[in-house]
Antibody
Framework: EVQLVQSGAEVKKPGESLTISCKGS????????IGWLRQLPGRGLEWMGI????????TYSPSFQGQVTISADTSIRTTYLRWNTLEASDTAIYYC???????????WGQGALVTVSS | QSVLTQPPSVSAAPGQKVNISCSGS????????VSWYQQVTGTAPKLLIS???KRPSGIPDRFSGSKSGTSATLAIAGLQTGDEADYYC???????????FGGGTKLTVL
């Protein structure tokens, strides 16, 4: 069974750094793209970027390029989303999702709520 | 403002059929496959339709997708109260070099 399990909710202050994670199981982790998506409170889905764990090839949405860093550790089947300097506007639910055919995401993590507040 | 345009809400009675539209352009829907996702309040999105019309295993045939030109449609037949959710279309935009989504459509089953 394919599963993506994300790290838990986080509460941080503006200016702090944060890394959240997504552990995959039940499929070939190294050769399957994993994407990250944002959902602002009460809003729709936004694609942030995607990584191919085998060689860490990463593509970012132009809207998120330079704002976050996506990485992977194949030894523990985990991908990461990192912020160096959080802002209140980063408050959202973040999802990881497995890329299927084309630009479809066929399995999703449960989501991680990130709250940035002073 | 989303790149793909969906109606904010649709509603219909149990047992009826509803169509949810997704309008784009030649750089996105007109050139690439469309996917549809269902998001029940408080849960993660779930894939309903890929490659314009293909249903993943486990998705009932009450859900169907189609595409014509620069628009796509999700049809849901035999509506059930459990179908109440937000529905999103998504596709790659070849001009923006980005995956783009519609703003979402809230389905209410009256």
């Amino acid at each position: 069974e394919v599963q993506l399990v994300q790290s838990g909710a986080e509460v941080k202050k503006p200016g702090e750094s944060l890394t959240i994670s997504c552990k995959g199981s039940g499929y070939t982790f190294t050769t399957t793209w994993i994407g990250w998506l944002r959902q602002l409170p009460g809003r729709g889905l936004e694609w942030m970027g995607i990584i191919y764990p085998d060689d860490s090839e990463t593509t970012y949405s132009p809207s998120f390029q330079g704002q976050v860093t996506i990485s992977a550790d194949t030894s523990i089947r985990t991908t990461y989303l990192r912020w160096n300097t959080l802002e209140a506007s980063d408050t959202a639910i973040y999802y990881c999702a497995r890329r299927g055919f084309g630009w479809t995401f066929d399995y999703w993590g449960q989501g991680a709520l990130v709250t940035v507040s002073s | 403002q989303s790149v793909l345009t969906q109606p904010p809400s649709v509603s219909a009675a149990p047992g009826q059929k509803v169509n949810i539209s997704c309008s784009g352009s030649s750089s996105n829907i007109g050139y690439n496959f469309v996917s549809w996702y269902q998001q029940v309040t408080g849960t993660a999105p779930k894939l309903l339709i890929s490659e314009n019309h293909k249903r993943p295993s486990g998705i009932p045939d009450r859900f169907s997708g189609s595409k014509s030109g620069t628009s796509a449609t999700l049809a849901i037949a035999g509506l059930q109260t459990g179908d109440e959710a937000d529905y999103y279309c998504g596709t790659w935009d070849s001009s923006l070099f980005s995956l783009v989504f519609g703003g979402g459509t809230k389905l209410t089953v009256l």
